[in-house]
């Protein structure tokens, strides 16, 4: 078990997670409850961040768990969300995004897919983060965005947007690192036990996904929770300016 975040000794410490009520935000949130955090889930939909904190009580009881709800592609939404988190943050895991498959037709339709990607995927990142920027716990702080293998390979407006994540994330590990604060993104590939993948479970879609995947199975939202754990610990506070690929081997040495 990872003992609890070093700036915050004495107390449990706060980590805020976006879109932190199902698949990888919530399996994030188990663990990091587990690591000794308190928690603030944020989404769209309230009875589902409520069955996922009864969820963490259940199995962590020590942990204060707070839901938000919020559309984080909104800047006032953003706001009052803030607003309502008490306190330092010492953990703030961007996990909120999507994929908009639908491209329309002619040239608009293409620019409504990649600005919906965009918004989904890096804004609801960068809003939050900037927001919630002044109250990241100095020294000590990190700031974990989930991102894709998607991004590191090419996949249309989703892909597009989660290598904007990347680019976002390194800059931004520049600026924060004097200030020992670390901000690395974790790019998992092949999770299909999320609701990234609902409606698309085809047998054809998963016999194609495995394939390409030298360990022949493919990962769970635990596995990439771990990394985020690694991340959010007194053992990631070297790690800065980092993708951590979590993919079975479907992509090898590149970050």
């Known amino acids: 078990m990872t003992t609890p975040h070093p700036s915050s000794a004495g107390s449990r410490p706060q980590a805020v997670i976006s879109g932190g009520g199902t698949g990888i935000g919530l399996a994030s949130a188990l663990r990091l409850a587990r ?14 961040l ?8 259940t199995r962590t009881p020590d942990a204060r768990v707070q839901t938000i709800v919020a559309d984080l592609q909104d800047p006032d939404a953003v ?3 803030v607003g309502e988190i008490a306190g330092d943050v010492d953990v703030l895991l961007n996990n909120a995004g999507g994929n908009v498959l639908d491209r329309g037709e002619g040239l608009a339709g293409i620019a409504a897919n990649y600005e919906a990607n965009m918004r989904l995927n890096v ?13 990241i716990t100095r020294p000590g702080g990190r700031i974990i965005s989930i991102s894709s293998i998607a991004a590191l390979r090419g996949a249309n407006g989703y892909g597009a ?28 590939g092949y999770v299909p036990d999320t609701g990234f993948w609902d409606g698309r479970r085809t047998p054809d879609i998963v016999s194609s996904r495995l394939a390409q ?3 022949n ?8 929770a771990g990394a985020v754990s690694y991340l959010a610990g007194p053992e990631g506070g070297w790690t800065t300016g980092q993708i951590i690929q979590v993919n079975g081997g479907a992509l090898f040495g590149r970050g």
């Open 35 to 48: 690591d000794g955090f308190d928690l603030v889930l944020l989404g769209r939909r309230e009875a589902v």
């Open 50 to 57: 409520q069955e996922a904190a009864d969820r963490i009580r």
């Open 79 to 81: 706001e009052r969300a």
């Open 123 to 135: 804004l609801t990142a960068v809003l939050l983060t900037e927001a919630l920027l002044p109250r």
């Open 161 to 188: 947007a989660k290598a904007a994540i990347h680019g976002w994330m390194m800059g931004l590990a520049a600026e924060l690192a004097a200030e020992g604060v670390t901000v690395n993104a974790v790019a998992p």
């Open 213 to 215: 995947v030298p360990m």
């Open 217 to 224: 199975r493919a990962g769970t939202p635990d596995e990439v």
